[in-house]
């Protein structure tokens, strides 16, 4: 098989363990709280980092393939492929949780397990503000530990570990999403599209600012 085929393939199938296990574990955390979800997407996010970053870059992540994008690091036929491959992950990752768990109450995060939080109804303007600062910090790691290879083979931990530590500090808040594929995929399957818009202009606006920080001005030898 075409290796890009294959990076195609890996970003769906990496897309869809993303919001699977993730939205699995903020349904969970209506009982065990913010930790489950903290944990369950910065682990999974490791994993899929560890072990489909050789084929695809593991991005899935619209707002971090914009983000490398901006950066040339790749090419836009092949972005626009992924994106549409992260959405189509994520919606089917919604889909399963649907059917398999249709009756699971979830007041906290909604239907299939969407990420979402106490600002998302109340101040929707302030769970955005929360969500383009999240995924800077989610954008920065990507750059500086993979894109630069700082980290060298230890990123996939450095990105996880981010995201985890997002989750924590602002899971209650917004669900900390900073994925647009994460936000829209649970977020159509729940029927809920009031809040979509503003997350996914934060979390793109993140990853442009993650851009413009860490390849413009923190890139090595500038």
Same mark, same amino acid.
């Given at each position: 098989?075409?290796?890009?085929?294959?990076?195609?393939?890996?970003?769906?199938?990496?897309?869809?363990?993303?919001?699977?296990?993730?939205?699995?574990?903020?349904?969970?955390?209506? *009982? $065990?709280?913010?930790? +489950?979800? !903290?944990? &369950?997407?910065?682990?999974? #996010?490791?994993?899929? =980092?560890?072990? @489909?970053?050789?084929?695809?870059?593991?991005?899935?992540?619209?707002?971090?393939?914009?983000?490398?994008?901006?950066?040339?690091?790749?090419?836009?036929?092949?972005?626009?492929?992924?994106?549409?491959?992260?959405?189509?992950?994520?919606?089917?990752?919604?889909?399963?949780?649907?059917?398999?768990?249709?009756?699971?109450?979830?007041?906290?995060?909604?239907?299939?397990?969407?990420?979402?939080?106490?600002?998302?109804?109340?101040?929707?303007?302030?769970?955005?503000?929360?969500?383009?600062?999240?995924?800077?910090?989610?954008? *920065? $790691?990507?750059?500086? +530990?993979? !894109?630069? &290879?700082?980290?060298?083979? #230890?990123?996939?931990? =450095?990105?996880? @570990?981010?995201?985890?530590?997002?989750?924590?500090?602002?899971?209650?808040?917004?669900?900390?999403?900073?994925?647009?594929?994460?936000?829209?995929?649970?977020?159509?399957?729940?029927?809920?599209?009031?809040?979509?818009?503003?997350?996914?202009?934060?979390?793109?606006?993140?990853?442009?600012?993650?851009?413009?920080?860490?390849?413009?001005?923190?890139?090595?030898?500038?």
């Amino acid at each position: 098989m075409d290796s890009t085929v294959k990076a195609y393939l890996a970003e769906l199938l990496g897309t869809f363990m993303l919001v699977f296990i993730g939205g699995l574990s903020v349904i969970v955390a209506g *009982t $065990a709280g913010v930790v +489950a979800p !903290a944990l &369950g997407h910065g682990l999974i #996010l490791v994993v899929i =980092a560890f072990t @489909l970053g050789g084929i695809s870059g593991a991005h899935v992540n619209p707002a971090i393939t914009i983000s490398l994008l901006l950066g040339n690091k790749i090419k836009v036929d092949k972005a626009v492929i992924y994106i549409v491959m992260q959405v189509l992950g994520a919606l089917v990752a919604a889909l399963v949780i649907s059917v398999v768990l249709p009756d699971v109450p979830d007041a906290a995060s909604g239907r299939a397990g969407q990420a979402i939080g106490s600002l998302t109804a109340t101040n929707v303007t302030g769970a955005g503000i929360l969500e383009f600062l999240f995924t800077f910090l989610l954008a *920065t $790691a990507v750059w500086q +530990a993979a !894109a630069h &290879g700082r980290a060298g083979t #230890l990123a996939p931990l =450095a990105i996880g @570990l981010t995201l985890a530590a997002c989750i924590f500090a602002g899971g209650i808040f917004t669900g900390a999403s900073l994925n647009p594929a994460r936000t829209l995929g649970p977020a159509l399957v729940g029927g809920d599209l009031s809040y979509v818009v503003v997350y996914i202009v934060a979390q793109v606006l993140g990853g442009v600012a993650g851009w413009a920080v860490n390849d413009l001005v923190l890139s090595p030898g500038k």
